[in-house]
């Protein structure tokens, strides 16, 4: 991934960048050039006002107009991009704009490239998050998935080589160069989740997940891992997690990153990831149509290992753990059947009436298992329900929890990375669904609020710790043309352990 090598750096005088490179400018409807950086003289600016005059350029969102002929200008050319009308102008069309010319850079192979950062601006957009989000749209702008394609045919990736951020804003140097960073080990968290997510299922299986996460662990001092294999995790009575490997050839795994940051007296963050690797539904068999987008049932074990590469990557002073219980879910002779009663590590049993509810078996194990770190607060993630998708479309993720302080504080963090998720309630009325003629509980409940009942079924399992569900079976990963993982909500759940860290 390219952009690994690009140097970077901010200026207010762009004649401290010696070769030439393309500008990238923000103009609003007015077409008004006065905030444009001082690298363009009065003169510059009145021949691109001319050029912006002759064309259907008028400054709308999404328009660019790319500018060639500016004798004496320092740069070879300038993109003028579209920012819409400056009074309804905030970060949704900031990400927008920045979106919209992340992707014109890679159309254009852009190398070297100047961007006035100041004309994106208003007091509206806060510098530091301006630069965060830029770092984090440019440095992953160049992610293209490649694992199982011929790589003779495939063109050479795309590689910023330099970036200069131009702005007079006072804001110290270091500080800005720090969101950057940010930013930058973002994106690479996101690549290397979404890299996970597209995986096909006959590479990516849970010992592909243990095997990343192993080499993660080796490119940090501060990360250290685990490996329960399936007698250790019979051993400590995760009948149910197991349960759901059973029809499979594929051996599961249990896996324990621990990113040590800060002393050990400090209570981690605890991430929990669901990592079914393919689920077919087992004997409750999934319809064929789209199944092939099973592979990305393990898009929650992604995040996690995508959000701890990028906290190592920068250090960050917070004890987290990553918790992945991962399983390939198959019909054979030797699967699980609907009606089967299985026995959870906490002791509690569960009738499990479809085999295709199988992501909260394997968590209510691990949610089990964590109780033994005595965790701040524990947070897991999966593609649990259909369910979330009917509420909330692939816009927003959703979020419960038995924490009111804690959803506030994923809500905040949600809102800054524009990661966004929606609390649905969890009350007390709703686990009567989940009960059970001949267990303690059911896997699942009516016909109604699936996406409630699998919390509520999760719920039962965490009741000694703070803890959040994020089900992200709707944000996870796009269909259509654009099909591929998306990464979420890896950006979400590093703001958040950044807002919690000492520091950097």
């Known amino acids: 991934m ?27 409807t007015s077409n008004n050039l006065n905030g444009l950086n001082k690298a363009l003289s009065t003169s510059e600016k009145n021949k691109i006002s001319e050029i912006i005059k002759k064309s259907s350029f008028d400054g709308k969102l999404e328009q660019s107009l790319c500018i060639y002929d500016i004798s004496g200008s320092k740069f070879d050319k300038l993109y003028i991009i579209g920012l819409g009308e400056k009074d309804k102008y905030g970060e949704k069309k900031f990400l927008k704009a920045v979106n919209n010319f992340t992707k014109l850079c890679k159309k254009e192979n852009l190398k070297n490239i100047d961007i006035d950062l100041d004309s994106f601006l208003t007091n509206k957009i806060k510098i530091n998050w301006a630069v965060r989000n830029i770092s984090i749209l440019l440095c992953g702008i160049d992610y293209e998935y490649s694992e199982t394609k011929n790589k003779t045919k495939n063109k050479d990736g795309y590689e910023i080589t330099k970036l200069t951020l131009l702005s007079k804003n006072k804001n110290s140097l270091k500080n800005l160069k720090t969101c950057f960073q940010q930013g930058e080990a973002i994106a690479n968290g996101i690549k290397l989740a979404k890299n996970l997510g597209n995986l096909p299922s006959n590479i990516c299986t849970p010992t592909y997940l243990a095997k990343t ?19 250790e995790m019979k051993s400590m009575g995760m009948h149910c997690l197991l349960s ?27 991430l929990v990831g669901k990592g079914i690797t393919f689920d077919t539904g087992g004997i409750s068999i999934k319809p064929s149509n789209a199944m092939d987008e099973m592979k990305y049932d393990m898009c929650g074990a992604a995040s996690v290992l995508g959000t701890i590469k990028a906290i190592s990557e ?34 509690q049993t569960v009738e499990i009436l479809n085999t295709d509810a199988e992501g909260r078996l394997v968590l209510c194990d691990a949610l089990t298992y964590v109780n033994k770190f005595k965790p701040k607060y524990v947070i897991d993630i ?38 966004y998720i929606w609390e649905l309630p969890m009350w007390e009325e709703y686990q009567s669904e989940l009960d059970s003629n001949f267990a303690d509980i059911a896997n699942i409940g009516k016909r109604y609020a699936g996406t409630i009942t699998a ?7 965490t009741e000694d710790y703070s803890w959040a569900h994020l ?19 890896v950006s979400l759940l590093t703001h958040f352990i950044l807002n919690n860290a000492k520091s950097l």
């Open 213 to 231: 996460a192993f080499n993660l662990s080796k490119k940090n001092k501060k990360l250290s891992i685990k490996i329960h294999d399936e007698k």
């Open 382 to 419: 999966a593609t649990l329900t259909g369910a979330v998708l009917v509420a909330l479309g692939k816009v927003a993720s959703g979020i419960l929890s038995n924490d009111d302080k804690l959803t506030q504080m994923l809500k905040n963090s949600s809102n800054i990375s524009h990661d």
């Open 455 to 461: 919390a509520c079924f999760l719920s039962r399992f």
């Open 471 to 489: 089900d992200i079976a709707g944000t996870a990963w796009n269909d259509g043309s654009n099909k591929g993982g998306t990464g979420r909500p």
């Open 2 to 28: 390219g952009l690994q090598t690009m140097q970077y750096n901010f200026t207010d005088n762009i004649t401290s960048n010696s070769a030439k490179g393309s500008a990238i400018f923000g103009v609003f």
């Open 314 to 347: 920068l250090n960050v002073k917070i004890n987290v753990i990553g918790v992945i219980a991962s399983a390939e879910n198959m019909p054979s002779g030797t699967a699980t059947n609907p009606g089967d009663v299985v026995k959870t590590m906490s002791g």
């Open 244 to 270: 759901v490997g059973n029809g499979s050839e594929e051996p599961s795994k249990l896996i324990t990153l621990k990113y040590n940051g800060a002393n050990k007296s400090d209570k981690p963050i605890v």
